[in-house]
């Protein structure tokens, strides 16, 4: 379950409370039953692993496995449609 933070208007005392994303918000403050507000908290959301960052992206030296050839042109063999490497007019 999330922990969301607290805020009395009230008496400015902080609180948490440990709720169901579904639950409807706290509106009053245990202590001195004045109105609340939900405070937004830094999270301690870590990413790890590759992937996550721009440069994990399109790394030219790490080639896919299912990556087809660059050009049939290339190695001799009829060049395919549309091909730069083909158009040597």
Same mark, same amino acid.
Request: with cysteine; hydrophobic share 25%; charged share 25%.
């Given at each position: 379950?999330?922990?969301?933070?607290?805020?009395?208007?009230k008496c400015r005392k902080d609180f948490?409370?440990?709720?169901?994303? +579904?639950? &409807?918000?706290?509106?009053?403050?245990?202590?001195?039953?004045? *109105?609340? #507000?939900?405070?937004?908290? @830094?999270?301690?959301?870590?990413?790890?692993?590759?992937?996550?960052?721009?440069?994990?992206?399109? +790394?030219? &030296?790490?080639?896919?496995?299912?990556?087809?050839?660059?050009? *049939?042109? #290339?190695?001799?063999?009829? @060049?395919?449609?549309?091909?730069?490497?083909?158009?040597?007019?």
């Open positions: 379950m999330p922990t969301y933070e607290y805020r009395c208007q948490e409370v440990f709720q169901r994303i +579904t639950d &409807d918000p706290v509106k009053e403050c245990p202590e001195c039953g004045g *109105s609340v #507000e939900r405070l937004i908290a @830094a999270t301690n959301f870590i990413l790890k692993g590759n992937g996550w960052y721009k440069s994990d992206y399109g +790394t030219p &030296d790490v080639p896919s496995k299912t990556e087809a050839p660059a050009c *049939s042109a #290339e190695k001799n063999k009829p @060049a395919c449609q549309g091909c730069p490497a083909a158009n040597t007019d």
